[in-house]
């Protein structure tokens, strides 16, 4: 592997936050993919049930189930599991005592639906415990022998990364947070210590958050009040994901007196005649407009840039998509990521 | 505009109708719901009528956009300086729901202070208000009825909470009304009200699910939840009930849910889901609202003329801003007509549904100026001559 700096080495368990519509499940998809180039092998884990992961990579819906669904650039892999509460505590039960046969009463009792939807917290630890347990989990010592023999070193981890699609900013913290959660609920008891478990891993070096945001207000206001939120969790806050970023097509002194509302119509008249377009002066006070538009959309969004930076956190800009999102732009994405060296 | 289209929602329509008590706002995250709300709250309200917002947005963005620094359980006016007020003129107020406030007075209106105290005091009721999921939805509700009942304001303008799901609010109440009366609490809380015979009734497995529950949560919780149930029992009962007469609230002929968008994949997705959904429940939908259409200033050139055009510009080197400009009108014409596809998908499917459009605004809402701009554009939707 080359020696070139990377943002989060040491970090296992990236946490992807962000408000609805910022497009938290296509940045973590990437992250996973820019994690998992140069051969390595990457876990993308999806909480909220919406087999956007699947969307995304152009697959059929993920099972409960950890199942490759795409290789990255110079080798590596990304799997994925879309968690699904239920079966990750009749799972859970099973584990820890043996249980699997309970779950059919359980679940006339009303117990489990009352364990996997309303109960606090008890949905969430067991969401964060899927993930943070692939985080730990280890290559099985058997294989690890053969693969590497007379070695006494522990086993290496199944994953070397693993990403996951949380739910949104403002509701991060909590969610994260799940020990004030569950601590209502059971003060003591087999699911407190599983809590205690979980947090062990969230709030360890290896676990960072990181924020998906756009270059306008509100995005980037939610952005700002869940880093200190998560911060003030004592949580670890990773980057700041600036997503559907423009290219600047103008420059910067033109921008500024069109924001003021200057453009020179003559010289686009000129233009549009040159080109030979119809009714050069109607398309040219029309473009006349679509710039001064445009000019204040960018004002706007460099003072977001400079709030964003505010936060003093490291910021990746990716691409705004014109065509839409498929796999192409996945990997895009990801080469974007690690040229800004987020992997 | 848009002759064989869909029907248009005409919002001026809708808000002056005196019949018309109650507006629900509803989409996926992200879309402008809160602000749409707001926007119709106060157009409505300076249209005449008495209105009143409810958000449960904890990002607290209508109370910014209100030029409020806070907003609290209670309605607040919110001063409206429209210098043409009339003197029959409307007024507004705003609220955000404190989900654990609304449960503290729901207690503390139905049960004599002893009790009350008893309740509040308990663990399990405080997870309960809290951190459950469904109280939320199960309290903007409960408060939705609340005002309705009070009768001091004409219109209730309801912006519905950031769930996991968009349809959360029409079920989680139901459900968490299902589980305070359900077998479960029963079954947990038994042995507080030394109901032997009680046990018997809930028949085999009894013994295998108190085992497992006792194990996996510990005996402390069950302690507190039959004391809860004891507790609150003997006050309320009939949880889910209170629950069904909100929904039917919402069936009811004064309600007209808005269905909140913007033109992209997901959002209308997750709206035609909706439409669907509230057409299952016989819910009354009196149209889509779709945010952020973006426009372009020459709708006569098209993206692939644009950018021919500007490339003959730049291959000769001369007008270096023309080519800009043409440049930028072909990615928004490109952008307009990504648009009217995803818009046109839906309304083929839905062609029923009214339509009101607001276009993209250069700069976000954060002022009464701001959402009456938005009122404005949403009125204008309606194309009217």
Redesign the interface.
């Known amino acids: 592997m080359s020696a070139r700096e990377r943002d989060w080495d040491g970090v296992r368990l990236h946490v992807v936050t962000g408000k609805g519509g910022t497009g938290k499940t296509t940045l973590a998809a990437s992250l996973a993919l820019a994690l998992a180039s140069g051969g390595r092998r990457v876990l993308l884990v999806e909480v909220e049930g919406r087999q956007g992961v699947a969307q995304l990579f152009d697959c059929p819906p993920l099972p409960y189930e950890e199942r490759r669904v795409a290789v990255a650039p110079r080798g590596g892999e990304v799997h994925a599991l879309a968690v699904d509460p239920e079966a990750a505590l009749l799972e859970y039960l099973e584990m820890f005592y043996g249980l699997r046969r309970a779950g059919e009463v359980l679940t006339r009792f009303g117990v489990i639906d009352f364990a996997t939807t309303i109960a606090p917290g008890v949905r969430d630890v067991l969401l964060t415990g899927k993930a943070t347990e692939a985080v730990r989990r280890r290559v099985r010592r058997d294989r690890a022998r053969r693969d590497a023999p007379g070695t006494d070193a522990p086993a290496p981890f199944v994953y070397d990364a693993v990403v996951m699609d949380a739910p949104p900013t403002g509701r991060i913290a909590q969610f994260l947070n799940v020990n004030a959660e569950v601590a209502g609920l059971a003060r003591s008891g087999p699911i407190r210590n599983h809590a205690d478990r979980v947090m062990e891993v969230i709030r360890s070096a290896e676990t960072v958050v990181h924020f998906a945001t756009l270059l306008e207000e509100m995005p980037a206001q939610e952005c700002l009040d869940g880093i200190a939120e998560v911060a003030g969790a004592g949580l670890n806050v990773g980057g700041v994901l600036v997503n559907m970023v423009r290219p600047p097509l103008l420059d910067p002194d033109t921008l500024a007196r069109a924001a003021l509302g200057e453009t020179d119509t003559a010289a686009l008249v000129q233009g549009v005649k040159a080109a030979g377009l119809e009714h050069p002066e109607e398309i040219a006070r029309g473009l006349a407009d679509e710039l001064v538009g445009h000019a204040l959309r960018v004002r706007l969004e460099s003072d977001v840039r400079d709030r964003l930076a505010s936060a003093g956190r490291p910021r990746y800009e990716l691409p705004l998509l014109t065509d839409g999102v498929d796999l192409a732009g996945l990997y895009r994405l990801a080469e974007t990521l690690r040229d800004q060296g987020a992997a | 505009m848009n002759p064989t289209g869909p029907p248009r929602l005409d919002i001026d329509v809708l808000l002056d109708d005196p019949a018309t008590r109650i507006i629900v706002c509803c989409g996926?995250?992200?879309?402008g719901k809160t602000t749409t709300a707001a926007a119709l709250a106060l157009r409505a309200a300076e249209r005449g009528r008495h209105a009143v917002v409810i958000t449960v947005?904890?990002?607290r963005?209508l109370a910014q956009a209100l030029g409020l620094s806070e907003l609290d359980n209670t309605p607040r006016p919110v001063p409206l300086r429209d210098p043409g007020s009339r003197e029959d003129g409307g007024s507004l107020h705003a609220m955000m729901l404190d989900m654990k406030r609304t449960f503290d007075e729901v207690v503390e209106a139905h049960a004599d202070p002893g009790r009350a105290e008893q309740i509040l005091a308990n663990?399990?009721y405080?997870?309960l208000s809290?951190?459950?999921?469904?109280t939320q939805e199960y309290m903007a509700m409960e408060k939705l009825g609340q005002l309705r009942e009070s009768g001091e304001w004409d219109l209730i303008v309801v912006d519905t909470p950031?769930s996991?799901s968009a349809l959360d609010f029409l079920d989680a109440p139901k459900?968490?009304g299902r589980?305070l009366d359900?077998?479960?609490i029963r079954?947990l809380s038994a042995p507080a009200k030394g109901g032997g015979r009680a046990l018997r009734l809930l028949g085999a497995?009894f013994g295998?699910?108190t085992g497992?529950?006792g194990?996996?949560?510990?005996t402390?919780?069950l302690t507190d939840v039959q004391r809860f149930v004891s507790a609150f029992d003997a006050v309320f009962g009939g949880f889910q009930e209170r629950a069904e007469r909100t929904y039917r609230l919402l069936q009811a002929p004064g309600t007209a849910f808005v269905v909140v968008a913007?033109p992209?994949?997901d959002?209308l997705r997750e709206a035609s889901y909706f439409v669907e959904r509230l057409r299952g429940d016989r819910m009354p939908l009196a149209g889509l609202v779709l945010n952020r259409v973006h426009s372009?200033?020459?709708p006569q050139?098209s993206s692939v003329?644009s950018l021919a055009?500007?490339e003959?510009?730049d291959e000769?080197g001369?007008?270096p801003?023309?080519?800009?400009?043409?440049?930028?009108?072909a990615?928004?014409a490109?952008v307009r007509d990504?648009e009217s596809r995803l818009r046109a998908r839906f309304t083929s499917v839905h062609p029923e549904v009214a339509l009101a459009e607001v276009p993209a605004q250069?700069?976000?809402v954060?002022d009464l100026d701001g959402l009456r701009v938005i009122g404005r554009a949403l009125a204008d939707g309606a194309d009217r001559p």
């Open positions: 996926s995250g992200g879309v947005d904890p990002a963005r663990p399990f405080q997870s809290s951190g459950f999921s469904g950031p996991r459900r968490l589980f359900g077998r479960l079954f497995g295998m699910v497992i529950v194990k996996v949560v510990g402390q919780l913007i992209e994949g959002a372009t200033g020459v050139l003329r055009a500007a003959a510009l000769h001369e007008h801003l023309a080519a800009a400009a043409l440049r930028l009108h990615e928004s490109r990504a250069p700069e976000d954060n």
